[in-house]
C-alpha cells in the first residue's frame, strides 16, 4: 500500500479528525513527491542531473513557506522606520480558551482589535508618550508546548508623531516605551467591553463546554471573573533596528506551530522535541508525547 493510501486509511479511521486535519494529512504525504511533479535538476559544469519534486505549498509544512515569507519580508522592508523598535505582546487568559475554540475569528479578532486600540490610546497619552504611533500585529495562537496559547505579537517604534505631525517624539526613559500595568488593564476592558457587546447581539457559538454561558446569570459570573484575572501584557528591550525586527518577524510569518529544528525523536508512538521555558529565563527542555495526542473538546 502506497504512503499516500496508508495516511488516507488511517486519517479514515480516527473520527475525531476534522476535514482540514485529514487534508493536510494527505497533503503531507503528497509534498514533494511523484504525485505533484516536479522537474530535472543539472549541473553545468560536471552535468550530474537529479529530480527536484514540488511542494504542496501548504501553510502547516514550514519548507513550503519559506518562498513565500522571503516575499513577505522583503515587502515589510518599506513599511520599517529607521529608528529603534519595541515588542508588545498581548495574552488572552486561559479561561478564554474553551470560547476561542469555538468562536476563533471573531475572539481573534477582537484581540487584534483591543491590542491595536490600547497601544494607540495610551501612546496617545501626554503623561506616558504623548504621540500616534504605529505598529506591526502578527497573531499567535500556540505556545512552545503546543497549547493552545492566543496572543498577539507587536512591534512598535519606540516612539511616534506629535498631534500635529510636525515631530517625532521619543520615549522619556531610554528603556521604558509604554506602562504594561496600564495597557494590561486598559487591554483588558476594551477586550471584555467587545465581548459583552457579541453575547449580546447572539454572535458567539455558546455549544459543548460553553453552553452553560446561555444563562446570563452564569455568563455575568464568568464575565465577572475575567476582571480578577490579570491579563499579562509585557514588553521586551529594543530591537536593534529595522533588520532585527524583520529578522524577528520572520519567526512568526508563514509558520506553523514547531519547526522541523526542534523535533529531536520519534519511535513509532511519541514525538520528543525542545522548547524554550520562558517562565524560567528561555530555559531549553524537552517534552514528550503521544504522536495521536487529542486535543480538548471543547
Known amino acids: ?30 509534498c514533494r513527491t ?29 519548507k513550503c513557506q519559506a518562498q513565500a515569507r522571503e516575499r513577505w519580508l522583503t515587502a515589510s522592508q518599506r513599511e520599517l522606520l529607521d529608528v529603534t523598535y519595541v515588542h508588545v505582546v498581548f495574552t488572552l487568559p486561559h479561561a478564554l480558551l474553551p470560547l476561542c475554540y469555538r468562536n476563533a ?27 500616534e504611533i504605529g505598529f506591526l500585529s502578527i497573531l499567535h495562537t500556540w505556545g512552545q508546548t503546543l497549547v493552545r496559547h492566543p496572543h498577539v505579537h507587536c512591534v512598535v517604534p519606540a516612539g511616534g508623531l506629535s498631534p500635529d505631525h510636525q515631530r517625532w517624539i521619543r520615549p522619556r ?29 447572539g454572535k458567539l457559538d455558546l455549544t459543548g463546554a460553553t453552553t452553560t454561558l446561555r444563562d446570563p446569570t452564569q455568563w455575568r ?48 508512538e511519541r514525538v520528543t522535541f525542545r522548547w524554550k521555558d520562558y517562565a524560567h529565563e528561555g530555559q531549553r527542555r524537552t517534552m514528550t508525547l503521544a ?5 480538548p473538546r471543547w
Request: proline share 4%; hydrophobic share 45%.
Open 1 to 30: 500500500m502506497s504512503s499516500a493510501r496508508r495516511v488516507s486509511t488511517l486519517s479514515n479511521g480516527i473520527p475525531w479528525l476534522s476535514v482540514q486535519q485529514r487534508t493536510v494529512l494527505r497533503a503531507l504525504v503528497r
Open 34 to 62: 511523484a504525485a505533484l511533479g516536479g522537474h530535472l535538476d543539472q549541473c553545468g559544469v560536471c552535468g550530474h542531473r537529479a529530480i527536484s519534486y514540488n511542494s504542496c505549498r501548504n501553510r502547516h509544512f514550514p
Open 105 to 131: 475569528t471573531l475572539l481573534y479578532t477582537l484581540l487584534f482589535r483591543a491590542s491595536a486600540a490600547t497601544l494607540l490610546e495610551v501612546a496617545a497619552i501626554p503623561d506616558h508618550l504623548g504621540a
Open 173 to 201: 526613559y531610554a528603556h521604558f516605551f509604554l506602562p504594561v500595568n496600564v495597557l494590561s488593564r486598559v487591554f483588558r476592558g476594551k477586550f471584555v467591553a467587545a465581548l459583552r457587546r457579541a453575547y449580546a447581539r
Open 221 to 268: 459570573a464568568f464575565v465577572d471573573g475575567l476582571f480578577h484575572t490579570d491579563w499579562v501584557v509585557y514588553a521586551k528591550p529594543a530591537f536593534g533596528g529595522p533588520a532585527a525586527v524583520l529578522r524577528y518577524l520572520g519567526r512568526y510569518t508563514h509558520r506553523v506551530a514547531i519547526s522541523n529544528h526542534r523535533l529531536l525523536a520519534f519511535d513509532g
Open 291 to 295: 504522536a495521536m495526542k487529542r486535543s
